[in-house]
């Protein structure tokens, strides 16, 4: 909490039971949304840890690394970004909103005819009632009509 001061050190995330590959997060200005990738058993998998400004664990979610259908958002650890209390994510499919329902991490919203314009390879930052998609040879605003 940029607010306090002091760092808490007490936040209870998962045992990582693999070898760890990666790792990052997206913050908002209500949730963190941290993921790892961990190597065990031959396989990859991508982890997703929702933490709350208390360092409170809401929900958590695993999927094998290039999962897809209801798992795409968590296919990759890049291509993401976090607003409120949603996280936009870059999919194969599109753009997708992914969100906390009932105590587990769910796809909110699917955003229809955006499959051209992200890739989970893309950056993705939201502003300007919409989100921005960076690509290695163009920025595209993309605008969320609901």
């Known amino acids: 909490d940029a ?3 002091g760092l808490n050190d007490s936040v ?12 990052t ?3 908002s200005g209500d949730l963190c949304w941290f993921f790892w990738s961990e190597q065990g058993q031959g396989a990859r998998t991508n982890h997703c840890a929702v933490i709350d400004s208390k360092g ?4 958590r979610a695993s999927a094998p ?6 798992d795409a958002w968590l296919a990759t650890l890049r291509g ?3 607003a409120g209390k949603s996280l936009f994510v870059a999919t194969e499919d599109g753009l997708v909103r992914v969100g906390i329902d009932q105590g587990k991490i769910v796809i ?3 955003f229809a005819d955006t499959e051209s314009f992200v890739s989970p390879g893309h950056h993705l930052f ?3 009632g919409g989100v921005y998609v960076v690509s290695r040879q163009e920025i595209n605003h993309l605008k969320l009509n609901r």
Do not use: R
């Open 56 to 59: 409170e664990v809401l929900s």
């Open 25 to 27: 997060c997206f913050f």
């Open 12 to 23: 209870k995330l998962p045992l990582i039971k693999g070898q760890l590959i990666d790792s």
């Open 108 to 110: 909110a919203e699917k």
């Open 3 to 5: 607010k306090n001061q």
């Open 126 to 128: 939201v502003g300007g």
């Open 80 to 82: 993401k970004c976090a």
């Open 65 to 70: 690394e290039g999962a897809i259908d209801d």
